[in-house]
């Protein structure tokens, strides 16, 4: 068997991030991911590229009254209120710049091998105290409702904010039309994101360049299924962005991802890369150039061991085939 090559992305722009930048965030950060992501579109669609496009509902809206349309019935109720997408709005005001994107998921929808799927409606944090099963439900229904009515679609595929897995929560995923899910690698770091420490961080960030940790291609039977719940695909890596300042650091990373590929590729594994599109923000045209390295590995293990790329609704669906 093959193996298989998935890219998922987060695509939240500031609803994203409120909650740690405030106001204080940079425009052209955001000009730059609305000029790059047409770009990784393109060059997607040419390649012949399967990618999941995880996208915060509110991204849909066109204006504020709009945004306030959609709006679930039951908002999360956070004791820490600034998490909390709506408190922010409340207090900074909506700017559709970093806002709202529905001319960039037209983009997504009408380029080839693309997969529309969900980051949540409001960047809903499952994991925090004071929100409820309800009012998660009611923020994915409102997701599946915008994207139906405005775009036609059923997002079927989605990935939970901050990676904040709650497994209580995974039936009412499946019941409100989501059958995949993404997953966190299996590294003690990468588990229980809602409590975080140095010791989690500086693994990660480690094992970005040098194995710290287990191998992050996984094989079909770490792929979980279990009834009632949707199919769990593992996250095996999140692309750091470039940084113009370490090139050491940034071959080294590069080269980390790209070993994997090719481990994943010549012993029939699965291979699960991830970030966020604002992460070329800051240095798109380099990123970019990663980008292209990483597609152009792609082709030649697509080559020699035949390689392919399915998007998350891709892996599910071939899981779901052979139950």
Not at 79 to 94: E, F, P, T, V
Not at 194 to 200: I, L, N, P, T, V
Not at 238 to 259: D, F, M, S, T
């Amino acid at each position: 068997m093959p193996g298989t090559f998935t890219i998922s992305l987060d695509f939240e722009l500031l609803w994203g991030i409120f909650d740690k930048v405030g106001a204080n965030y940079s425009p052209a950060y955001f000009s730059n991911t609305r000029t790059v992501i047409p770009k990784m579109l393109d060059l997607f669609g040419k390649n012949e590229i399967a990618v999941t496009w995880a996208t915060v509902g509110m991204l849909f809206a066109e204006n504020e009254e709009e945004w306030e349309q959609y709006a679930p019935e039951h908002l999360p109720s956070y004791r820490d209120k600034k998490l909390s997408a709506y408190q922010w709005a409340k207090n900074h005001g909506i700017r559709p710049e970093v806002h709202f994107a529905p001319d960039l998921i037209k983009s997504i929808l009408y380029t080839p091998y693309q997969e529309l799927g969900s980051h949540s409606y409001a960047h809903y944090y499952t994991l925090v105290r004071g929100q409820s099963p309800d009012q998660f439900r009611s923020d994915l229904r409102a997701t599946q409702k915008i994207a139906s009515e405005k775009f036609g679609v059923q997002l079927r595929s989605l990935v939970f904010p901050r990676n904040h897995i709650n497994e209580l929560y995974l039936p009412i995923c499946l019941e409100e039309g989501y059958e995949f899910v993404r997953g966190n690698p299996k590294n003690w770091f990468w588990q229980e994101t809602q409590h975080e420490s140095w010791s989690k961080k500086w693994f990660r960030s480690a094992d970005c360049f040098i194995p710290t940790g287990e191998r992050t291609t996984f094989q079909r039977e770490d792929i979980l299924h279990f009834p009632n719940e949707p199919v769990i695909i593992p996250a095996s890596r999140i692309l750091r962005p470039y940084n113009p300042g370490l090139p050491l650091i940034n071959q080294a990373r590069l080269k980390r991802v790209l070993g994997e590929m090719e481990w994943a590729a010549r012993n029939g594994e699965y291979y699960h890369l991830w970030w966020h599109p604002h992460n070329f923000g800051h240095n798109p045209e380099s990123s970019m150039k990663e980008l292209e390295q990483i597609l152009q590995k792609f082709h030649e293990l697509n080559e020699e061991f035949g390689f392919q790329s399915k998007s998350m609704k891709g892996v599910g669906e071939e899981i779901l085939e052979r139950v």
